[in-house]
């Protein structure tokens, strides 16, 4: 099931190698990345809050769990999570870190919608046949609905991969 999501672009990685002790990449990471338990009820009214911190999440001493914090209008900020490990390997240490947009309100947005669908579509199809305008319109709202989901995560992975990347390689500077 990884695969699938790997394939479709809605989990990825990365591994970043920096030349700086364990303890303090932790520390530094503690001073960009605002303590929170990451649940569902975390985030409401969250985009209305004055926070100068960019992320938030849950940093230890061998890794870290993050999202980005949302903003105003932002339609992706419950969709993806990154979620990293910190190593030593003599001078190095290694952060080896998975973003995931498989959370639990895609999963349940997706099974929501296929619930919903399957049944009003069936049910106007034995209203008004196959050969009307309001059957064709609601398959294609269908998948509209379901690709307007993807691509919000989609797009949201490949983002806080990218903007994690730098960041991450701007602290440490």
């Known amino acids: 099931m990884d695969e699938i999501f790997r394939r479709l672009r809605l989990t990825d990685s990365f591994t970043i190698e920096l030349y700086i002790e364990k303890s303090k990449l932790v520390q530094v990471f503690n001073e960009h990345v605002d303590y929170s338990d990451l649940g569902f009820f975390s985030d409401q009214f969250e985009q209305f809050l004055f926070n100068k911190k960019k992320y938030k999440g849950q940093v230890s001493k061998d890794g870290f769990v993050l999202k980005r914090r949302s ?23 290694v952060i080896e870190t998975r973003i995931n947009g498989n959370q639990p309100v895609s999963n349940a947005s997706v099974v929501l919608m296929i ?56 602290w440490v500077k």
Not at 80 to 90: E, H, P, Q
Not at 121 to 142: E, K, R, S, T
């Open 71 to 93: 903003k105003i209008f932002d339609p992706g900020f419950l969709l993806v999570k990154a979620m990293g490990t910190f190593t030593s390997r003599g001078q190095l240490t």
């Open 115 to 170: 619930v919903i669908y399957a049944i009003v579509i069936p049910a106007l199809i034995l209203q008004y046949g196959w050969n009307n305008l309001i059957v064709l319109a609601m398959f294609i709202h269908a998948v509209f609905m379901f690709n307007v989901l993807y691509f919000t995560i989609h797009w949201n992975v490949g983002d806080l991969k990218k903007d994690l990347e730098r960041e991450i390689r701007e």
